[in-house]
């Protein structure tokens, strides 16, 4: 007789756990995320610097990339991009990130610790290597994978870069 009572609570229990598993719930995606490392020693040529930062990117969609750019020591700060090159090599410049609008700033007085940079990278704002038509922000999000993009952080001292980091997946 007691199993009798327990077998109807248990299908229910069961069909509660099939109902809570259903494939048709919406489970929201994890945003794809990037990441650098900036220092002087990625530079090429390497450049003695005290200045270090880090650069987190995220994708919006497919419509857009959000990044933050952070820096410590660094002084002078004019501008900051992205570059399609792998390590070790100096490419073209492909988006500005610092600042947004791709002009040189005036450099800041005194050096900078924090939040240096933040935006949205929108296909508008993207250029194309050496001349060519400006790459698809699906091309952009590609060479992150594959870490053939970096960061390049230039000052008033260091007109090339005193900082950069390639883009890699976090």
């Not at 990339?65 to 492909?94: E, F, K, P, R, S």
């Not at 800041?108 to 922000?137: E, F, H, V, Y």
Request: hydrophobic share 45%.
């Amino acid at each position: 007789m007691f199993k009798l009572r327990t077998l109807p609570l248990a299908a229910l229990l069961l069909s509660g756990i099939v109902v809570a598993c259903d494939d048709d719930d919406p489970i929201a995606p994890v945003p794809e995320q990037f990441v650098a490392a900036l220092s002087g020693a990625n530079e090429v040529p390497a450049v003695t610097s005290a200045a270090s930062g880090s650069a987190t990117f995220t994708a919006v969609g497919d419509t857009a990339l959000t990044y933050t750019i952070t820096a410590n020591n660094i002084t002078g700060v004019t501008m900051g991009h992205i570059h399609a090159a792998a390590a070790g090599v100096n490419g073209g410049v492909v988006a500005w990130l610092l600042p947004p609008n791709g002009t040189a700033a005036q450099p800041a007085s005194g050096a900078l610790n924090g939040q240096i940079a933040t935006g949205r990278i929108n296909a508008s704002w993207i250029r194309g290597l050496s001349g060519a038509a400006p790459i698809t922000l699906d091309s952009l999000k590609s060479l992150m994978r594959l870490g053939r993009v970096y960061v390049n952080i230039h000052t008033s001292t260091n007109g090339g870069g005193e900082i950069r980091g390639q883009i890699v997946p976090n």
